[in-house]
């Protein structure tokens, strides 16, 4: 009875993903973290999505809680922030659930989220390691071309930036990117003052993301 109920409920999340097809979402967490970090940069990746690699994505993101069954809405989450990241036993068990029944989950270390996210990432997936992903992965070589993998947005500390993921037979179910600032990068020009260049590869990077995420 166990293993039916797991199934029906696989079924339905799956069916909800479908639904939503091309939509995306926020990621609101625990812990005292900035989660609504950066709040012009997935209007603005969006509108580039649309515009250059004919996506349909709602103009304004929608926010979705850990625990809450509307996770399972979005074929993408976007989680962010600075600071401490804690998810309860009920939350890992939605978001888990979530990840292996199609989802995808992108984080994106806004610099400072590093020790508290891979500490709650041990505990979603206990059996499963961080695997930097190569330059020659699929996520950097779809919609647009990065020969060097994840590329540079903001400096910090001197360290290259790099892409880790959570996989399950070759899909990547979890994104980190770390040392890049890519949510930097997608917001209004006026926040940071980037040159053009530089949110050019922070949009086609992060259409990039969306593109994997959606087609697998």
């Known amino acids: 009875?166990?293993?039916?109920?797991i199934y029906l409920f696989l079924i339905m999340a799956f069916t909800?993903?479908?639904?939503?097809?091309?939509e995306i979402a926020i990621l609101k967490y625990q812990g005292g973290g900035d989660w609504y970090a950066n709040p012009t940069a997935l209007p603005n990746l969006i509108k580039?999505?649309?515009d250059n690699i004919g996506t349909t994505i709602q103009n304004k993101p929608e926010t979705v809680e850990v625990g809450s069954s509307t996770i399972f809405q979005y074929p993408y989450l976007?989680?962010?922030?600075?600071?401490?990241?804690?998810?309860?036993?009920?939350?890992?068990?939605?978001?888990k659930s979530y990840l292996m029944s199609g989802g995808f989950l992108h984080i994106d270390d806004n610099?400072?989220?590093?020790?508290?996210?891979?500490r709650e990432i041990k505990k979603l997936f206990p059996n499963k390691n961080l695997e930097e992903l190569g330059?020659?992965?699929?996520?950097?070589?779809?919609?647009?071309?990065?020969?060097?993998?994840?590329?540079?947005?903001?400096?910090h500390d001197g360290q290259r930036p790099q892409a880790f993921a959570i996989l399950q037979d070759n899909r990547i179910l979890l994104l980190f990117t770390s040392e890049s600032d890519l949510g930097d990068g997608w917001e209004d020009p006026t926040v940071h003052n980037d040159a053009p260049e530089v949110?050019?590869?922070?949009?086609?990077?992060?259409?990039?993301?969306?593109?994997?995420?959606?087609?697998?």
């Open 111 to 118: 610099y400072g989220m590093k020790p508290y996210i891979t």
């Open 48 to 50: 580039f999505c649309n």
């Open 135 to 155: 330059a020659d992965h699929p996520i950097f070589n779809n919609s647009y071309s990065f020969a060097k993998g994840l590329p540079k947005i903001h400096e």
């Open 78 to 95: 976007h989680m962010t922030g600075h600071g401490n990241v804690v998810f309860s036993d009920e939350e890992i068990e939605n978001l």
């Open 16 to 22: 909800c993903l479908n639904l939503r097809a091309q």
């Open 1 to 5: 009875m166990k293993n039916l109920t």
């Open 199 to 216: 949110r050019q590869k922070a949009l086609k990077m992060g259409a990039n993301i969306i593109t994997y995420a959606f087609k697998n």
